[in-house]
């Protein structure tokens, strides 16, 4: 099998001749977090295609560079996104671009970023063919603010008075919502039409030992336009597989991703979600890519524990619908790169 057959076969709840790897859930160029002449290109199973970007974003990229290593809201690409969307997560007040909207008409003036085209498009497929010819899935993230829609909205809105849109101005979050899910439909079937094996879709909408919102409120205004963003992207290629990200614990909504068509979760952080205990609920229909490390792992452990833990993952969770990855970020300074060697070593092995 090459890697593309592991992640799919995985991600349909099979057993592939090992346990697929992965370094993250979006772009992560393992190449340049390892000591020249140390990076294999098969040490990874998926890589992640990314959407062109206009000559604005560019410029703002360039602009971030400089800084990239001594802050910590985002990588540049990230930064650059913050900056077209007019999000300032560094400043004291009026860091949200709608949180002085009071009205729908305020919404509506709001000039939503776009991204799509056929130019975008045969952009997008000529990665994917790349990484299909070095025998690699090739996953795709939407461009967003932080996560499709929960996180968007409240990036946007500012987190508290978002929350409170969803209670008590409850017009404003469905408007809100909309613009944004049709955004990310728009851009999901780009990456469908591209060609992407695998669609990412990214919302924080848990934490440490409970969700930032009930499952009923997550239900109402969050799982139908997910389920639309899926459609869409599956109308335009229908064997897509699907894979739902959010740090924290999740599991009241897990019967809902799975009814969507989500075919596996990420990242599964040890620290809030039991990954046997949804293993013994679901078996290997529902995929877990992640599982592997706390927060603090990659960047203390020794690469012996990080050994045994990817033993212990395969061990306790088989090697059906299993994709490992680490749990957290790994593009970080203060990372060995003898512990993200570990970790793949250890996997390639088993």
């Known amino acids: 099998m090459d890697g593309r057959e592991r992640v799919l076969a995985a991600?349909?709840?099979?057993?592939?001749?090992?346990?697929p790897l992965a370094l993250s859930f979006y772009e992560v160029n393992g190449a340049s977090l390892a000591p020249p002449g140390a990076?294999?290109?098969?040490?990874?199973?998926?890589?992640?295609?990314?959407?062109?970007?206009?000559?604005e974003e560019e410029e703002l990229r360039s602009r971030a560079m400089p800084h990239d290593a001594d802050t910590r809201?985002?990588?540049?690409?990230?930064?650059?996104?913050?900056?077209?969307?007019?999000?300032?997560p560094q400043a004291v007040r009026d860091g949200n671009p709608l949180e002085r909207a009071e009205t729908l008409a305020d919404l509506e003036r709001f000039p939503f970023p776009e991204v799509g085209g056929t130019r975008v498009v045969?952009?997008?497929?000529?990665?994917?063919r790349d990484l299909h010819e070095r025998g690699l899935a090739a996953g795709g993230n939407t461009p967003h603010l932080g996560g499709e829609l929960f996180e968007a909205a409240w990036r946007l809105r500012g987190l508290e008075r978002f929350l409170i849109d969803l209670v008590t101005r409850q017009e404003m979050a469905h408007f809100l919502l909309d613009?944004?899910?049709?955004?990310?439909?728009?851009?999901?079937?780009?990456?469908?039409?591209?060609?992407?094996?695998?669609?990412?879709?990214?919302?924080?909408?848990?934490?440490?030992?409970?969700?930032?919102?009930?499952?009923?409120?997550?239900?109402e205004f969050f799982r139908p336009r997910l389920a639309g963003i899926i459609d869409a992207a599956r109308a335009a290629k229908p064997d897509?597989?699907?894979?739902?990200?959010?740090?924290?614990?999740?599991?009241?909504?897990?019967?809902?991703?799975?009814?969507?068509?989500?075919?596996?979760?990420?990242?599964?952080?040890?620290?809030?979600?039991?990954?046997?205990r949804i293993r013994r609920r679901y078996g290997p229909r529902l995929a877990l890519w992640?599982?592997?490390?706390?927060q603090t792992t990659f960047a203390f452990a020794s690469p012996d524990e990080i050994r045994r833990e990817v033993e212990t993952r395969i061990e306790t969770l088989g090697r059906a619908g299993l994709i490992l990855c680490p749990a957290y970020d790994i593009d970080?300074?203060?990372?060995?790169?003898?512990?993200?060697?570990?970790?793949?070593?250890?996997?390639a092995a088993l």
């Open 11 to 19: 991600l349909d709840g099979e057993t592939p001749d090992r346990v």
């Open 39 to 55: 990076w294999r290109d098969d040490a990874v199973d998926v890589s992640f295609v990314s959407f062109p970007v206009s000559a």
């Open 73 to 88: 809201i985002g990588n540049v690409s990230q930064v650059a996104r913050y900056a077209s969307w007019g999000y300032r």
């Open 122 to 128: 045969e952009s997008i497929a000529r990665q994917v």
């Open 179 to 219: 613009r944004l899910a049709e955004l990310a439909r728009r851009n999901a079937t780009t990456l469908a039409l591209a060609g992407v094996d695998v669609l990412a879709l990214d919302d924080d909408v848990g934490m440490p030992g409970t969700m930032m919102i009930g499952p009923a409120t997550w239900r």
């Open 240 to 276: 897509i597989r699907v894979i739902y990200h959010s740090d924290g614990h999740i599991e009241p909504i897990l019967d809902d991703l799975v009814d969507i068509g989500v075919a596996g979760i990420n990242p599964v952080q040890p620290e809030h979600m039991d990954a046997v």
């Open 290 to 294: 992640g599982t592997v490390g706390r």
């Open 332 to 347: 970080e300074p203060d990372v060995p790169w003898e512990n993200v060697a570990a970790f793949l070593e250890a996997g």
